[in-house]
Nanobody, 121 residues
């Protein structure tokens, strides 16, 4: 079992930046690719980004490409999406996930509880 704990969410003005964190713990926590999804009220959960075990491969959703960057620190079992030039449409609950390297949420085995990001205009 792997536990994921997100942090770093909050309220920011449009054009601002936030860095989220997702710390993984539990058996084999360091053995999984990790990703992020987000869900706004009334909308489907949307792929944001994913990163491979080594950190050498990353993938981004079209809506965040060029603004978000994901990295990982395997010594800490933590991944960090750096979110720049935030827009009001980025407002959502952001979820960390482990177990997949894909935009398809069904391949991820483990999920965090989510952290709220609110971008004001």
């Amino acid at each position: 079992q792997v536990q994921l704990v997100e942090s770093g969410g909050g309220l920011v003005q449009a054009g601002g930046s936030l860095r989220l964190s997702c710390a993984a713990s539990g058996r084999a926590a360091s053995n999984y690719p990790m990703g992020w999804f987000r869900q706004a009220p009334g909308k489907e959960r949307e792929f944001v980004t994913t990163v491979s075990l080594s950190g050498g491969y990353t993938l981004y959703g079209d809506s965040v490409k060029g603004r978000f960057t994901i990295s990982r620190d395997n010594a800490k079992n933590t991944v960090y999406p750096q979110m720049n030039n935030l827009k009001p449409e980025d407002t959502a609950v952001y979820y960390c996930a482990a177990g997949g390297l894909s935009a398809d949420k069904s391949v991820y085995h483990y999920w965090g509880q989510g952290t709220q990001v609110t971008v004001s205009s």
